[in-house]
């Protein structure tokens, strides 16, 4: 077995409880003390003493002092015994009540989170839907369903999220709890505004350039910039949600894998965080049925190109033209190929030029 595997041992988690008065008949037993006289020197009725024994009744801490003085067993002994059962106990109860949750289980794409090390391995079905709820932040599927299935989820609901809602939300949620690990200044809409117009020049660099630096920009203006893979049935391109009245989350994926397509995400996504309410979620799934998304994509469009130059792009004939443009503009020769493909409807012109990104 490797030290990797070896540390994947699963800790037994066992389905019943010990109350503490077992271990009190045990010592009393040891004391030649039976239970009218251990509840005389405690000061107790032997009926309260009987349910102490049975489980029924929890040893408070004044019992806890009293037995110490009885027993000479410390009264930490007998609170730590106390909590673990009780703990235990609570432990029991909610793995009853999850197994009436299984099947929700079904909806979650549980195998994906767990190779992308989201979720820890589980010995059994219980287990892992309690690993699942821990990784939604949620303390059952009733609470999860309040969240993600609503309507409010999205003013604008999406048609995966509609389909696939178990899909959906493991993508946002692992954006989520990437953002939440950004630290970034309060969300200063002037200050987001100048930071757009230097990430606009980042999309010269290379992704290992750009990718830190356009996480820090944004951090400075109070918006946390999240890529996560993208997921197997969840075809979108990129999301935008505030997490904090102060904190926006831009979530981004390769989608397409062309920079082209990566800028266009981001810059969409930007136009959501500057132009659009904090209480949605907004989801980049193509679609062009909601003015917000077209404003968006009307946003990132003219930050990119001008729309001045659309009439342009389409009479360019070579490589060459491309390159100048490009640097007439001040951004990536890959952008203004990915426009002219757009306009033109020639998927196969300039592709060379639009660099491929690649997660690392």
């Not at 990797?4 to 008949?25: H, I, R, S």
């Not at 010592?27 to 239970?35: C, G, P």
Request: contains cysteine; aromatic residues 8%; charged residues 30%.
């Amino acid at each position: 077995m490797s030290p990797m595997k070896a540390k994947k041992q699963y800790t037994f988690e066992p389905d019943y409880a010990v109350a503490p008065g077992e271990t009190l008949l045990e010592v009393m037993a040891s004391l030649d003390m039976n239970q009218k006289e251990c509840s005389k020197r405690l000061e107790l009725t032997e009926q309260t003493l009987i349910r102490i024994v049975k489980g029924e009744q929890p040893i408070s801490y004044a019992t806890a002092n009293r037995l110490e003085l009885v027993t000479r067993v410390p009264a930490r002994f007998w609170n730590n015994l106390e909590a673990e059962y009780r703990e235990q106990l609570a432990k029991i109860e909610e793995r009853r009540r999850l197994a009436d949750s299984i099947e929700w289980l079904k909806t979650i794409p549980v195998k994906e989170l767990v190779d992308r090390g989201c979720l820890e391995p589980q010995p059994d079905k219980v287990s892992m839907l309690r690993e699942v709820l821990k990784f939604y932040g949620v303390g059952s599927v009733a609470a999860w369903s309040d969240i993600w299935e609503i309507p409010a989820v999205a003013a604008r609901r999406s048609l995966c999220f509609e389909t696939r809602p178990g899909d959906a939300s493991a993508w946002i949620r692992q954006g989520e709890l990437q953002a939440h690990e950004i630290e970034c200044q309060p969300y200063d809409k002037a200050r987001f505004k100048e930071v757009l117009q230097q990430i606009r020049g980042l999309t010269c660099e290379t992704a290992e350039d750009f990718a830190p630096e356009i996480r820090r920009l944004c951090a400075e203006a109070g918006v946390a910039v999240a890529l996560v893979r993208e997921m197997k049935k969840v075809p979108w391109s990129g999301a935008t949600k505030w997490l904090l009245p102060n904190k926006a989350m831009i979530l981004l994926c390769l989608r397409g894998k062309g920079e082209d397509k990566f800028w266009f995400s981001f810059f969409h996504e930007a136009g959501h965080v500057l132009h659009d309410s904090k209480k949605d979620l907004l989801i980049n799934d193509g679609s062009h049925d909601d003015p917000r998304e077209v404003r968006a994509n009307q946003y990132a469009s003219d930050i990119l190109i001008p729309a001045r130059f659309n009439a342009i792009i389409p009479t360019l004939r070579s490589r060459a033209e491309v390159l100048q443009l490009a640097g007439e503009l001040g951004i990536s020769p890959g952008i203004v190929a990915g426009r002219y493909q757009f306009l033109t409807g020639k998927w196969d012109f300039f592709k060379d030029l639009i660099r491929p990104l690649h997660w690392a």
